[in-house]
Structure formats: C-alpha cells, structure tokens
C-alpha cells in the first residue's frame, strides 16, 4: 500500500527557507495529484500546494509569493520550499495524496504522510 | 475561496449514543465534500468523499449526506475511538479548504 514520509528540519531561523521532502513508497508517483497541507498548533488545517507528475502546479493565493513545489519522479519524491519564514509558519506539515487527472485533483485526500513538525524560531 | 462553517465547535456525548455533525458551505459544493477524523498526535483520516462515499475500510456507523451548500455527518452508536475531531473539506475549488473543525467529546 501506499505510505507517505515527510522529512527536513525541524527548525528554521526566521526569514529563512523551510524545505521538506516527501517520498512516495509502495506505489508510484505518476497519475495523481500531490499536495503540502499544514496545521499550526492547536488549529485547523490548510491546503499549501499540489503538484500532478506532469509538472502541472497551483498554490493557495495566500502563499503563493513564498512558495514552490517541486516533483522528482525518478526518486519518488515531492518537496515543498516556503520562503522567508515567520514564526506564523510553525505548524505540522503533512504530505498527501488526492485523485487523478479525471478529476483534475478535484478529490479528497485518501492519503496522508504522518507529519513533520517545523518550528520557526531563531 | 469557499468557507465551510462546522457546528457544533463541540458535542459532547456518550458511547452509544448518535452524533450528529453538520458543514455549511459558503457557496454551493456540489457533492464534492469530504469528512476527515483526526485523533491527538495523529493526521487526519478520510472517512467520507464526495459528500456519502465511504472510504476504504471505515465502519458503517459512519454515514453522510448532503449537497450544495448543506452537509451531515453521522456517527451512529458512538465508539470510544470515535472521540476526535472532525473536519468536512470542499474539494470542487482551488484553494482547497477545511472547515474549523467539530470537537467530539466523551460526556
């Protein structure tokens, strides 16, 4: 079955870059929509990002100017990059799956990483 | 972007008993809403898409129902595991977006 793994640093200074990585393992990357969410502590969640295999990208309006994600299909791997950080970007952040093209990742998400905690804080 | 309004904030009830969940979207979904538990320390879990389905191996104690704008959830039976917390998310427009969340207490 499909398992997501999140990795990176768990701090980051203030104004810095914050990078995770997300490996795919027991199937492949190709024909679905990959997404970032997070979560700030004791809140609610918050789609980021997705990325489909072919390279087909959209953010979410309120941190598009900061962010970038990225897709290696020969890893298996997706990756997020959020720029100049504050400490309102401390939060859990998950990886995770939603549908196919048919749909154009218009799906639920049917799969979750477990989460990687990220704390902004010099 | 589309703003789900989840009511109560918090119920609280006993094993056994029925809960009852509702989302409200702030323009029409669709059906293409989805029921997420989430339980302390954990990711959240897809127990319902597109506003009935259940997802693979969740129990028949859940069910769900709605459109456009108006969405239940229903926990038949309350398990103790159940207790959590439960998010409805629309997914027919970018961005994609959560509601705040119903807290599920044991009374």
């Keep these: 079955q499909v398992q997501l793994q999140e990795s990176g640093p768990g701090l980051v200074k203030p104004s810095e870059t914050l990078s995770l990585t997300c490996t795919v393992s027991g199937g492949s990357i190709r024909s679905y929509y990959w997404s970032w969410i ?24 309120s941190l598009r100017s900061r962010v970038t994600i990225l897709l290696d299909a020969s890893k298996n791997q997706f990756s997020l990059e959020l720029s100049s950080v504050t400490a309102a970007d401390t939060a859990v952040y998950y990886c995770v799956r939603h549908g196919g093209m048919v749909r154009g990742g218009k799906d639920a998400f049917d799969i979750w990483g477990q989460g990687t905690t990220v704390i902004a804080s010099s | 972007e589309i703003v789900l309004t989840q009511s109560p904030a918090t119920l609280s009830l006993s094993p056994g008993e029925r809960a009852t969940l509702s989302c409200r979207a702030s ?7 989805a029921w997420y538990q989430q339980k302390p320390g954990q990711a959240p879990r897809l127990l319902i ?3 009935s389905n259940r997802a693979t191996g969740i129990p028949a104690r859940f ?4 459109s456009g704008t108006d969405f239940t959830l229903t926990i038949n ?13 629309q997914h027919i427009n970018w961005p994609l977006t959560f509601g705040q969340g119903t807290r599920l207490e044991i009374k």
């Design chain 2, 77 to 89: 039976s309350l398990e103790p595991e159940d207790f959590a917390v439960y998010y409805c998310q």
């Design chain 2, 27 to 33: 323009q029409s979904v669709s059906n293409y809403l």
């Design chain 1, 38 to 61: 997070r979560q700030p502590p004791g809140k609610g969640l918050d789609w980021i990002a997705y990325i489909y295999y072919s390279g087909i990208t959209n953010y979410n309006p």
């Design chain 2, 63 to 66: 069910s769900a129902s709605g």
């Design chain 2, 49 to 51: 898409y597109d506003a």
